[in-house]
């Protein structure tokens, strides 16, 4: 069981709601708890996040690889000199797939760690930070700025685009990224192709969430579009205006009608896209 | 939160929300019932009473009386007298006491808090 311990700075006073939708229509914070390093005793960089069906939380941390069974926090593989950027959880195999400095693999049981380093093609080696990891389609994606490396779980393969790419994102089973030239690729097969007409080119993407016909494009710059087969179109420009100067890392869609939108200077904001309402 | 600086976030299996920052990490209870209503949503003071109308919640403090609603942000009715506010709801709807340690009041709320203009009725 987590242990609550609020900070109480300023806090006036508490109250308690009914559950459910009447609960979420009303003002208010959400109780927040912060772990501080000092707490985790690890890096101050937290980057992604993952999860196992024991409910176990797992943080890729600057300094290594955080584990969280509610009560107290583990480190793995800690100060190897290359800082974690991505995890994902494989249930079929229950391995936690990491990404982190010129170096990718996974933890089996007993946190014993597989580099998969020795099985990309010769010529591919040359890759920096891998900021996402993702399955899809039976295979774990590794996505770099130089490539996308593909595991299948027995071999490993590259898509490449000229130019090399930004980040990359998983919506629907899809994975998408961005060349450099600011264009939305998708992987079909082995290769990169542009699947929707888009607006914005110049900056780049923050987020791509399944929406109607298409899909969202978040920039970093606060525009929001939709893109479908037939076109691409402003949406949600009230946001849009809230988010501009903010400087999105990432948005991530809720189980329910909610995105969120983590920022760089302006900390979160929670959007309902049925509403048109956020929080922040 | 404490900190601005938002990297990425993460919903469990519990639907809870953990967020990656640039010097810590985060959870924020989505599924929690508890809301905290305090000076981020502008309600300034220490916490006395609330109550439920039709239109929303009111809250009573000691700088005076606060109708969140469905804003980002709380309005403050009512501040004018004093530091210590007492407030019960009267049977009659619409009616409420609110009043201070030298004299109790009686106003006339309208129910719509969009009208900010309260009325006194009585006073002692």
């Known amino acids: 069981m987590l242990h609550f311990e609020y900070n109480m700075r300023y806090i006036s006073f508490l109250i308690l709601l009914l559950m459910g939708p009447q609960a979420r229509a009303l003002s208010g914070k959400y109780p927040i708890r912060n772990f501080m390093p000092t707490e985790y005793k690890a890096g101050i960089q937290n980057i992604d996040f993952a999860q196992n069906r024991d409910m176990a939380i797992f943080v890729a941390n600057n300094l290594g690889v955080l584990s969280f069974n509610g009560n107290t926090w583990e480190r793995h593989d800690f100060k190897t000199g290359k800082k974690k950027r991505s995890l994902a959880f494989d249930e079929s195999t229950n391995r936690l797939y990491v990404g982190s400095q010129g170096e990718f693999g996974f933890f089996e049981e007993d946190w014993r760690y597989v580099s998969l380093i020795d099985q990309i093609p010769p010529g591919f080696g040359d890759f920096d930070e891998v900021w996402d990891v993702f399955l899809a389609n039976s295979n774990i994606y590794f996505c770099t700025f130089q490539g996308i490396y593909v595991y299948d779980g027995q071999s490993i393969t590259v898509i490449e685009q000229e130019g090399g790419i930004e980040r990359s994102f998983l919506a629907d089973g899809k994975i998408f990224t961005q060349s450099q030239q600011g264009r939305l690729l998708e992987i079909e097969g082995s290769k990169l192709v542009q699947p929707y007409p888009q607006g914005q080119t110049g900056t780049k993407i923050a987020g791509v969430i399944p929406h109607d016909e298409g899909y969202l494009l978040v920039y970093n710059s606060g525009q929001i579009e939709l893109a479908t087969p037939f076109g691409v179109s402003r949406k949600y420009d009230a946001l849009s205006r809230a988010l501009q100067g903010t400087y999105v890392n990432h948005v991530l869609q809720l189980s329910d009608t909610r995105l969120v939108i983590a920022t760089q200077t302006s900390g979160l904001f929670l959007y309902d896209l049925q509403e048109g309402t956020w929080k922040q | ?124």
């Open chain 2, 1 to 124: 939160m404490e900190s601005n600086a938002c990297l990425r976030s993460f919903q469990d299996y519990s639907g809870n929300l953990w967020v990656g920052m640039q010097n810590r990490i985060a959870l924020i209870h989505l599924n929690s019932p508890m809301r905290f209503l305090n000076q981020e949503i502008n309600i300034q003071g220490s916490g006395y009473e609330a109550f439920e109308t039709v239109d929303g919640t009111y809250f009573t403090t000691s700088n005076g009386i606060y109708f969140p609603g469905k804003e980002r942000r709380s309005r403050c009715i009512s501040a004018r007298y004093g530091k210590y506010w007492l407030t019960a709801l009267m049977k009659s709807p619409g009616n409420y006491m609110q009043g201070t340690t030298q004299a109790y009041f009686f106003w006339k709320m309208p129910l719509n808090p969009t009208h900010s203009r309260i009325q006194m009725v009585y006073g002692r």
